[in-house]
């Protein structure tokens, strides 16, 4: 029985933290297709080994140095290999006044999503 059950939570587990996974990034694209800014919070080595074509690269370790000069209002959708480290980006720009800003998740879910 509690194997059962485990069995029953673990799944319930995939099929909704996926379906979260697949609406950041449709919400992603969207806002993409809408003119949003797009960046790229992991390190250099990992956005050269890919990245969306709109993205510029701004690493969570220098976020402070790059936002500096944007728009506050502007969006802006950040990515990164899993949503872990753009969701540290997306907590630090609004502490910091941002307003238009979304969390899209990793490469992956984004490239799986892609409207092309």
């Known amino acids: ?3 059962m059950l485990r069995y029953i939570v673990l799944s319930l587990f995939f099929v909704f933290g996926t379906a ?3 609406d950041r990034a449709k919400e992603g694209w969207q806002l993409i297709e809408q003119g949003a800014m797009v960046i790229d919070v992991r390190t250099p080595e ?3 080994a890919g990245h969306l074509d709109q993205a510029v690269n701004y690493p969570l370790s220098e976020l402070d140095k790059h936002i500096a000069a944007l728009d506050k209002s502007q969006p802006i959708v950040l990515y990164c290999r899993s949503g872990n480290r753009s969701g540290q980006a ?3 720009m609004k502490s910091k006044g941002f307003t238009a800003l979304h969390n899209a998740g ?3 879910e984004m490239n799986i999503e892609s409207p092309q």
């Open 1 to 3: 029985m509690k194997v």
């Open 20 to 22: 979260h996974a697949s």
């Open 46 to 48: 990992e956005f050269n």
């Open 90 to 92: 997306l907590a630090y």
């Open 106 to 108: 990793g490469l992956n």
